[in-house]
């Protein structure tokens, strides 16, 4: 079946620190992949998504490549902000899953001023 | 505004009783699911549901219960039989008709006091 595996937190990062959380897949066909945030207090949120090999999503200034060889979507910014403070999942959907979500395990970041 | 609704945000619960979770959606969307958190696990699927009058179950539906009796509602019932019940349960749909995209409510906590 499918499976998400990403990076094991807390991440604690310096504002303006470059920003890299690790996210692996394995599936079968060919899924759509997703980092959804969560910021405290608050339901998951969609923040990029990726539909095929070598897209890149992008949204406020956090990027994922979807990478079909190393079936890798690892996210990135350049420059995190306190704000940037929540836990974030990678998750995937569809190859032979259809509609189902399958979720890495969360990471948390944290960013000190 | 279009959006799904989970109620109540807040729960508590004393052993042995059962509890239902609303989860209104007003965006037409034919799938809907339930999803649980638990730290340091990332999202389990509990329930799904593809169309009215129909669901299945995910991969930890022992102590659930869910109903699809209209397509704008998907009750979740956490019964007695659920050993753990203590967790964030998120609902959610997909719009089909814009690429299988996925919204989230905020999210139900239950707590067991």
């Known amino acids: 079946g499918n499976s998400v595996t990403q990076m094991e937190g807390p991440v604690t990062l310096s504002e303006e620190a470059f920003l890299t959380i690790n996210c692996t897949y394995t599936a079968t066909g060919y899924p759509s992949l997703f980092w959804y945030v969560q910021y405290p207090g608050e339901g998951l949120q969609l923040l990029l998504k990726a539909t095929k090999a070598d897209d890149k999503g992008s949204n406020k200034g956090f990027e994922a490549t979807y990478r079909k060889e190393t079936t890798s979507f690892h996210l990135e910014k350049g420059s995190v902000q306190v704000s940037d403070s929540a836990v974030y999942f990678c998750?995937?959907?569809?190859?032979?899953?259809?509609?189902?979500?399958?979720f890495g395990g969360g990471t948390r970041l944290m960013v000190k001023p | 505004d279009g959006g799904i609704t989970q109620s109540p945000k807040y729960l508590f619960r004393k052993e042995g009783q059962n509890v239902t979770l609303s989860c209104e959606q007003n965006l037409n969307h034919d799938a809907m699911y339930w999803y649980r958190q638990d730290p340091g696990q990332g999202l389990r699927l509990i329930y799904y549901?593809?169309?009215?009058?129909?669901?299945q179950k995910g991969d930890i539906a022992e102590g659930y219960s869910v109903s699809r009796e209209k397509k704008e509602s998907f009750p979740l019932t956490v019964t007695s039989a659920q050993k753990n019940p203590t967790a964030f349960y998120l609902c959610?749909?997909?719009?089909?008709?814009?690429?299988?995209?996925?919204?989230f409510g905020e999210g139900s906590w239950l707590t067991v006091v």
């Open positions: 549901s593809q169309i009215v009058n129909d669901f």
């Open positions: 959610a749909s997909i719009d089909r008709a814009s690429g299988n995209t996925i919204y």
């Open positions: 998750a995937l959907k569809g190859g032979n899953a259809g509609n189902m979500l399958t």
